[in-house]
Structures are given as structure tokens and as C-alpha cells.
Nanobody, 127 residues
Framework: QIQLVESGGGLVQSGDSLRVSCAAS????????MAWFRQAPGKEREFVAG????????KYADSVVGRFTVSRDNAKNSAYLQMNSLQPEDTAVYYC????????????????????WGQGTQVTVSS
């Protein structure tokens, strides 16, 4: 089991930057990929960015390429999403997710591939 807790969300203005963090606990000595998803009101949850165990393979949604950067620090059992040039359409609850332990491959971009989820952190971007 892996427990995930997100933090760092908040209210920012259009064009601002924000970094959200995800702290993992439990079976963190295992190898697993991590990802960020988001869900805006009235919309389905969508993939934002993912990173593999070693941090050398990342994947991004087209809508965030060039603006968001995903990373992880395995020594701290944490993953991060640096968000720059935020826009009102980035407003959503951001969720951290992890694959089943013992997975060293590239990050997936679909929900069912992730077994563990955090409770989410709200990011609101005002215009």
C-alpha cells in the first residue's frame, strides 16, 4: 500500500506560478511511476503529467507542455508539479497518483493504470 498526500494548492492570478507537492508513505521502498491528474467542475478527470521511477522519463498532456514540469525526489518520497503561466482553465482539483509497486516503466497517461490516489488539492486561477 502507498498513501499519497498532496499539498501546495491555492488561489493565484493568471500568469502566476505554483508548485504542488505529493508526499508518499507506506510501501515507498518499491519502484513505481507517479502522475498528476486534475478534475475541473463538471468535467472528467484528465491526465496532466507523469514521471517514471528514476525521473528520466516524463509525459505531459498537450495543454500543459512548456508550462508545467513534473519531477520527483525518491529520497524524500515526493513528487512535484511546477506550474508556470497558469491560466483560468487550469483551475481544478489536482490529484497525485502512483502505480502498483514494482513498476519501472514509463508513466501511463490513463487513470486505470494507477492504483493509489491522494485526496487532491485545489488550484484556482483567477483572470
Amino acid at each position: 500500500q502507498i498513501q499519497l498526500v498532496e499539498s501546495g494548492g491555492g488561489l493565484v492570478q493568471s500568469g502566476d506560478s505554483l508548485r504542488v507537492s505529493c508526499a508518499a508513505s507506506g510501501r515507498t521502498h518499491s519502484v513505481y511511476a507517479m502522475a498528476w491528474f486534475r478534475q475541473a467542475p463538471g468535467k472528467e478527470r484528465e491526465f496532466v503529467a507523469g514521471v517514471n521511477w528514476s525521473g528520466d522519463s516524463t509525459k505531459y498532456a498537450d495543454s500543459v507542455v512548456g508550462r508545467f514540469t513534473v519531477s520527483r525526489d525518491n529520497a524524500k518520497n515526493s513528487a512535484y508539479l511546477q506550474m508556470n503561466s497558469l491560466q483560468p482553465e487550469d483551475t481544478a482539483v489536482y490529484y497525485c497518483a502512483a502505480t502498483h509497486p514494482i513498476y519501472s516503466g514509463p508513466p501511463y497517461a490513463t487513470d486505470p493504470r494507477y492504483d493509489y490516489w491522494g485526496q487532491g488539492t485545489q488550484v484556482t486561477v483567477s483572470s
